[in-house]
C-alpha cells in the first residue's frame, strides 16, 4: 500500500468519511455524530494559555508567573500577577486548562537572563553569538525595554505565507540562537510533571500541550497541540516546533508517529486566522500547491477544531466578508503580527465562515472538506492568568495588564496594536462524559464543542429533518431527541423530497453576566449554479414588540451605566429556546448550520479602564460597551 495509502488508511479508519453514522427513524434520513448513550456535562476551559516559559511571555514583562501559578489561579486560588504584582483571583474557576508555551526556544529565554550560558555542544562562533544575544536580553529587560526587544525580532512583512516561505525556510534554520536541548528538555519535563501534579480526574483537567508558532511573513499560521497524555508518555518526545518544520504538513506526520508510539490522541487546534493574511484556510497549502483529496483527509483528522475568537480578535466574520450582517464587525484586530506596520486585508482564508463555505465549495470538487472543524475560544494570556472576564481582564502581557499602559502599542508605529485593543475573550465550551483528559479530547475530536467570548452562555444544538416544534419541551430532552437529531459537530444525510431541516435549540444566560438579546442560526449552502452562499436567520429573541416589517429585529437597546460600568438585566431574557426550520432548505444542496447567541451589551473592558483612571475623556479607540457572544460547532446537511 505504500506509507502514504496506510497513513489515509488509518485516518479513514479512525475518522470515517462520514463520521459515526446511525439510521433515523423519519424519511431514511442517515445521521452522524456523536455516541448519544452517555450523559454529557457542560466544562469551561482554555486551551490556549503561555507562562514565563514562553520567550515572548518573558521578554515581555512575565518573569515569575509558571505553569503552576497557572492552574492555581484557574482552579480559583489567589496568585501574584507578573506584571504589577498585585493579589490577583479568578472570578469563576475553570474546568480544565492546557498551558500551551511556545515549542520554539523553550524555556531558552527565561534560562538565557536567569542563569550562565549552557555552551555544551556550540561552536566558538555560537557560544560569542549567544553570548552577545545574552547581553542585549538582560540589558533590554533590566532597562525595561524586553518589548522593543521581542517586536524587533519579528519577521519582515510579505503578501501571504507562500511567498514568505521562499525566503523563511533559511531564516528558520540560522534562527535567532543555537537551540538548548537541554534547557528545553528539562523545561519540558517541569511544564509535564505540573500538569500531572494538577491533574485531578473528575474535579479539575490539566491537559499537556504546546504550540506550534510558525508566522512566515506576518502570516499567522500558529496551532496549539494537544493530547490526552500523561507527564510520562510526554516525556518520550520534544514539542514539535517551527524549528523542526516550517510546513503544518509536517506537523500533521509528526502527531501521526508520535500518537502510534505513544497511544495518545493527538489533535491541532489554528488560531488567529484573522491575522493569516489569507493563508490558513487557503484552497492551496504554503507551498503553493492546490489541496488535494489527501492533503483534505489528513487536514481534517488532525485539526478538528480551531479557536473562533481569543484576545486577539474574533475570528468569525468580518464586514467585508459578510456586509449583509450587522454583527460581522465584532472585536475586529487588524494588526499583523511582524516588525513592520502595513494596511490590515481581510481575505476569505481569514475567517471562520468563509472557510466554512470554502470547504463545501471542495467537497464538491474532490470529496472531502478539510475545513469541517468544530470551533472554541481560548484566551491566549501570556501572563499565566486565563481570564477572559471583562471585569477581571489582566491584558495579553504582563506589559499591557495596567490600565495607564493600555494605549501604548509594541512598537512606536501609533497604528499598531495596544492594550484596548486586545479582547477580554475567550473561552472553550465542551459536552463531554467526564471531565477527564480522555473525554475532553473525545469531544473536541468529535466537534461537541463550542466558543464564546467571555460569558458562560450555556448553549445546547440538535439538528435534524421535521423536528417537532415541541421537541423541547419532550420529557426528558435531550434524551428524547435523540434517535433523530446530531449534537453540534454532526452530520444529517439523505433528505428526500418535503423533508426539513430543523434545529431545536436552547441557550441560558452566564448568571454572573448579561442576559440574552437573540439566537440566531446562521446559513452557509452551495446553491443551483454551484456557488457558496450564507444568510443569518433570527430564531428567536427578547421582546415581544421587536420585529419590524421588514422581517429585521430592532436593537435589544443598553442597560449598561456607562458612570459605572454597571450592568442593570432589565432587558432581554435569562433563557431562550427554539425550534427553527430552514424557510429554504434544498435536499439537493450541500450546507452548514452553526448557532450564534448574543447578549445585551455590557461594559467592555476599556470602559472599566477608563472609569477607573477618573478620566472619561480618554480616547480607548474601542467601543464602550460589548455585545458578547456563543459560537456553536456547525452541522452539515450532505445530499
Known amino acids: 500500500m505504500g506509507k502514504r495509502g496506510e497513513k489515509l488508511a488509518r485516518v479513514k479508519a479512525l475518522f470515517g468519511d462520514a463520521g459515526v453514522m446511525a439510521v433515523a427513524i423519519a424519511a431514511m434520513a442517515t445521521i452522524s455524530g456523536a455516541a448519544h448513550a452517555e450523559e454529557k456535562q457542560l466544562l469551561w476551559g482554555d486551551t490556549h494559555l503561555h507562562s514565563t516559559y514562553s520567550s515572548d511571555a518573558f521578554t515581555n514583562g512575565n518573569l515569575t508567573a509558571s505553569p503552576d501559578t497557572a492552574y492555581r489561579y484557574a482552579k480559583g486560588m489567589p496568585v501574584v500577577h507578573p506584571g504589577h504584582k498585585a493579589r490577583v483571583q479568578i472570578g469563576t474557576p475553570l474546568d480544565f486548562l492546557v498551558v500551551s508555551d511556545h515549542a520554539e526556544y523553550l524555556g531558552v529565554i527565561r534560562s538565557l537572563y536567569l542563569n550562565p550560558m549552557i555552551t555544551e555542544g556550540l561552536s566558538w562562533r555560537e557560544m560569542l553569538w549567544t553570548r552577545f544575544v545574552q547581553y542585549l536580553l538582560r540589558d533590554a529587560i533590566d532597562g525595561q525595554e524586553g518589548r522593543e526587544l521581542f517586536t524587533s525580532i519579528l519577521p519582515k512583512p510579505s503578501d501571504d505565507a507562500v511567498t514568505a516561505m521562499e525566503g523563511w525556510e533559511e531564516d528558520r534554520v540560522s534562527g535567532l540562537i543555537p537551540r538548548q536541548p537541554t534547557v528545553e528538555i528539562d523545561t519540558w519535563k517541569l511544564i509535564t510533571d505540573t500538569a500531572d501534579a494538577h491533574n485531578e480526574p473528575g474535579e479539575f483537567t490539566a491537559l499537556i500541550g504546546w504550540e506550534y508558532s510558525l508566522i512566515p511573513g506576518g502570516a499567522n499560521l500558529h496551532r496549539i497541540v494537544m493530547a490526552d497524555i500523561d507527564a510520562e508518555q510526554a516525556q518520550t518526545f520534544a514539542p514539535f516546533g517551527f524549528d523542526d518544520s516550517s510546513f503544518p504538513s509536517d506537523l500533521w506526520t509528526w502527531l501521526e508517529e508520535t500518537s502510534n508510539a505513544t497511544g495518545g490522541n ?179 475530536r468529535r466537534r461537541e464543542v463550542y466558543a464564546t467570548s467571555g460569558p458562560r452562555i450555556a448553549v445546547r444544538t440538535y439538528g435534524g429533518l421535521n423536528l417537532s416544534p415541541t421537541a423541547l419541551e419532550a420529557p426528558g430532552f435531550p434524551e428524547s431527541i435523540q434517535t433523530q437529531a446530531v449534537p453540534m459537530g454532526g452530520e444529517i444525510m439523505g433528505a428526500g423530497a418535503g423533508d426539513r431541516f430543523s434545529l431545536a435549540i436552547e441557550a441560558q444566560a452566564d448568571p454572573k453576566s448579561g442576559y440574552l438579546d437573540r439566537i440566531q442560526v446562521v446559513k452557509g449552502w452551495i446553491d443551483a449554479t454551484g456557488e457558496t452562499r450564507e444568510r443569518v436567520y433570527d430564531a428567536a429573541w427578547s421582546g415581544d414588540d421587536r420585529l419590524q416589517p421588514d422581517g429585521s429585529l430592532a436593537a435589544v437597546g443598553s442597560s449598561v451605566d456607562l458612570k459605572t460600568g454597571l450592568t442593570a438585566n432589565t432587558i432581554g431574557s435569562p433563557r431562550l429556546t427554539a425550534v427553527w426550520q430552514d424557510p429554504e432548505f434544498d435536499p439537493a444542496q450541500s450546507a452548514f448550520y452553526y448557532v450564534r447567541v448574543l447578549q445585551i451589551p455590557t461594559a467592555r473592558h476599556s470602559l472599566l479602564d477608563k472609569l477607573a483612571l477618573g478620566d472619561e475623556d480618554i480616547d480607548t479607540r474601542r467601543p464602550d460597551t460589548i455585545q458578547e457572544r456563543a459560537y456553536t460547532s456547525p452541522i452539515w446537511y450532505r445530499p
Open 266 to 444: 493527538f489533535i491541532a487546534i489554528p488560531h488567529n486566522s484573522n491575522i493569516s493574511k489569507g493563508s490558513m484556510f487557503d484552497t492551496r497549502d504554503i507551498r503553493g500547491n492546490d489541496i488535494n483529496q489527501d492533503y483534505a483527509e489528513i487536514r481534517r483528522y488532525w485539526e478538528p477544531v480551531v479557536e473562533i475568537t481569543q484576545i486577539k480578535g474574533d475570528s468569525e466574520t468580518h464586514p467585508v466578508l459578510s456586509p449583509d450582517d450587522p454583527f460581522a464587525d465584532f472585536e475586529t484586530y487588524p494588526y499583523y503580527i511582524q516588525r513592520e506596520w502595513t494596511d490590515y486585508v481581510p481575505q476569505p482564508g481569514d475567517y471562520i465562515r468563509s472557510a466554512l463555505r470554502t470547504g463545501l465549495e471542495l467537497e464538491s470538487d474532490f470529496g472531502v472538506n478539510p475545513y469541517q472543524f468544530g470551533v472554541i475560544g481560548s484566551t491566549d494570556a501570556h501572563t499565566a492568568l486565563p481570564s477572559a472576564e471583562e471585569d477581571n481582564f489582566h491584558g495579553k502581557m504582563a506589559t499591557d495588564s495596567i490600565p495607564s499602559r493600555k494605549d501604548g502599542g509594541w512598537s512606536d508605529d501609533a497604528r499598531g496594536t495596544f492594550g484596548w485593543g486586545m479582547s477580554a475573550s475567550g473561552l472553550a465550551a465542551v459536552w463531554a462524559t467526564e471531565n477527564t483528559r480522555e473525554a475532553i479530547v473525545a469531544a473536541m
